[in-house]
């Protein structure tokens, strides 16, 4: 099942797509997505719904981001084998974990501003996972069932705050309009194998990123249970899973966003978002 968010920014309405393609409105049936509402066991409950039965949308609306808040947006780094190695560093011996500001989370087709004074605005197209279990010293076995829903998420970087102001990433990661997520977030039982999902982001058209999950230097199993043991995951929480090779401060000459690129993402099976640079 795909579940949205729909409508003007800030006036959103929680949705499904129903097999012929409509969009259908759930809000008589949950408030929004974020935090409980998007457990595991709720979003069965609202995938057992008979869309015939839900009002229908007008299509042509604005999608926004699927989750309207979250307690965490973590991300992993370096967990693409060939991303490693552009980078000039090792495949790291656990996974690399870090943390945007919740407030970078936007829609999939909204603009991405750069941040005041940026030089090195860079894309990374990731693979993001919903946590839908409160996980807390969980088994890689048992991981998995913690997720409740799978969606694209552009970890936007700016790699001067980032890599050159001293401190965590986080500083060049968090900028609003960094966290665009979606369209939809996808239950389990509609994705497939993730561990063999083709990804892939162009700007203007061109390729920059064409990989495959199976790169992951981590499962996404181990990622759940490592991050685990250090934390309780709330559900709600977002994680995404890394960036496979092509990012444009490892390419030789290296390349950044400038205002009016075109960014595209891809991923098998969870649709695609397009942002312009502003």
């Given amino acids: 099942m795909k579940f949205l968010r729909y409508g003007p920014k800030g006036q959103e309405v929680p949705a499904m797509i129903a ?4 969009i259908r409105d759930l809000s008589a049936h949950v408030v929004d997505f974020s935090g409980e509402s998007v457990s595991v066991d709720n979003l069965q409950r609202l995938a057992a719904l008979d869309p015939d039965i839900l009002p229908e949308l007008a299509a042509g609306g604005r999608i926004g981001c699927p989750l309207a808040d979250v307690p965490n947006f973590f991300c992993i780094g370096l967990n693409y084998g060939r991303h490693a190695e552009e980078m000039g560093m090792d495949r790291p011996p656990e996974p690399v974990i870090f943390a945007k500001a919740s407030s970078a989370l936007a829609g999939p087709y909204d603009g991405i501003p750069l941040p005041k004074g940026s030089v090195q605005t860079d894309w990374e197209v990731e693979l993001g996972m919903v946590i839908g279990r409160e996980a807390c010293n969980v088994s890689e076995a048992d ?13 936007v970087s700016e790699r001067d705050h980032q890599l050159n102001r001293g401190g965590q990433w986080m500083k060049g990661k968090s900028a609003p309009g960094f966290g665009p997520v979606g369209p939809w977030l996808v239950t389990p039982d509609a994705v497939g194998d993730t561990g063999n999902l083709n990804l892939s982001l162009s700007v203007n058209g061109e390729m920059q990123q064409n990989s495959n999950t199976s790169d992951m230097i981590f499962s996404l199993a181990t990622i759940i249970s490592k991050m685990s043991q250090y934390m309780t995951l709330r559900v709600g929480d977002i994680v995404a899973t890394g960036t496979p090779e092509g990012v444009g401060v490892g390419q030789k000459p290296q390349k950044f966003l400038q205002s009016g690129d075109l960014i595209e993402l891809r991923i098998d099976g969870l649709g695609e978002q397009r942002s312009i640079v502003v």
């Fill in 143 to 155: 991981a998995l069932s913690y997720v409740s829903a799978f969606c694209i998420v552009n970890d």
């Fill in 19 to 22: 097999a012929d393609g409509s």
